[in-house]
């Protein structure tokens, strides 16, 4: 049993570059989640997904765009990355009122 | 959602009780109290949530106050693999949808052998 399972684990971008990080589960969770995570500070939310099909924004959704592929899967896409999109990126995903359960995440540097 | 105050930081012996504190005086009555812990470049992982009751599992135990107005996590036998940072975390339970979760700065435990 995989979990969250995120790809890639490491990426170096270019400013202007764009890029898609994936998310899968195997749990068959209904919700899932991105969140982004800056040096010595707690994650915050990006966008999530309640079900299939359904997106909403989060704390700090400005510069990405997400889509939700299936029940299983989850994309953050930066369409133009930028120097202050230098971060730790972690997939999430959750029933409703249930512990959400995280990947290992991406270390994405934009230079 | 409840915003929570935890110490930057903490030390614990090797073998001894970690006990957490956790202050979320502006909490409401449908906000549970969920503790997480993230060991160094790894995601999130779950240790126990409640409401009002004091809970136990195989890791951790939670002890909220009668008024719900903080929270302690007790790891009973802290070991070294115990170092992470520790986030309580205040969290809705909502009709059905999604709901992001509120991450402070969390607590840096630190075991010492």
């Known amino acids: 049993n995989a979990g969250v399972t995120q790809t890639p684990k490491f990426q170096v971008l270019k400013t202007g570059q764009s890029m898609t990080l994936q998310c899968a589960q195997d749990m068959n969770h209904n919700s899932m989640y991105w969140y982004r995570q800056d040096p010595g500070m707690g994650l915050r939310l990006i966008y999530y997904?309640?079900?299939?099909?359904?997106?909403d924004k989060g704390e700090v959704p400005n510069g990405y765009n997400v889509s939700r592929l299936n029940k299983r899967e989850f994309s953050l896409r930066l369409e133009s990355a930028a120097p202050s999109q230098t971060s730790v990126y972690f997939c999430a995903s959750s029933e409703a009122n249930q512990p959400q359960h995280f990947g290992d995440g991406t270390r994405l540097s934009i230079l | 959602d409840a915003k929570t105050t935890q110490p930057p930081s903490m030390d614990c012996a090797e073998g001894r009780a970690a006990n957490l504190p956790c202050n979320h005086s502006?909490?409401?009555?449908?906000?549970?109290v969920y503790w997480y812990r993230q060991i160094h470049s790894q995601g999130p992982q779950y240790i126990i949530h409640g409401l009002k009751n004091n809970e136990t599992n195989e890791m951790a135990s939670l002890i909220i106050t009668e008024d719900r107005k903080s929270s302690t996590l007790i790891l009973p036998h802290a070991t070294l693999r115990d170092t992470a940072v520790y986030y309580c975390i205040v969290r809705v339970h909502s009709g059905g949808g999604a709901d992001g979760l509120t991450f402070g700065k969390g607590t840096h435990l630190i075991i010492q052998p």
């Open positions: 502006t909490i409401s009555g449908n906000e549970y």
């Open positions: 997904s309640a079900s299939e099909g359904t997106t």
